[in-house]
């Protein structure tokens, strides 16, 4: 089993900057490709990006192109999502999840979750 839990959510201002963060325990963090992808009220969770599991590739959203940006930490077990230029439609919980399988872009072929971390963004 891994446990992921993210973070660095919170409530920012349009055209600020935000870094999310998941951290992986249970198993080896490297044998995962990770993914983020985030859900509004009344709204399916929608893929962000995704990161192959030596960080060698990634995918992105059209939302997410030119503005965020998915990376990893393997020595320190970690996924990041660096958002910047943040719109008001960014606002959304921020899911981070794990599988063996690389390049999956729908939430329901990821096996593994986190709890989720709230990002809001006000104009």
């Known amino acids: 089993q891994v446990q992921l839990v993210e973070s660095g959510g919170g409530l920012v201002e349009a055209g600020d900057s935000l870094r999310l963060f998941c951290v992986a325990s249970?198993?080896?963090?490297?044998?995962?490709?990770m993914g983020w992808f985030r859900q509004a009220p009344g709204k399916v969770r929608e893929f962000v990006a995704t990161i192959t599991k030596n960080g060698g590739e990634t995918m992105y959203a059209d939302s997410a192109k030119g503005r965020f940006t998915i990376s990893r930490d393997n020595a320190k077990n970690t996924v990041y999502l660096q958002m910047n230029t943040l719109k008001p439609e960014d606002t959304a919980v921020y899911y981070c999840?794990?599988?063996?399988?690389?390049?999956?872009?729908?939430?329901?072929?990821?096996?593994?979750w986190g709890q989720g971390t709230q990002v809001t963004v006000s104009s």
């Open positions: 249970g198993r080896t963090f490297s044998d995962y490709a």
């Open positions: 999840a794990a599988d063996w399988r690389p390049f999956l872009l729908n939430w329901v072929d990821y096996r593994y």
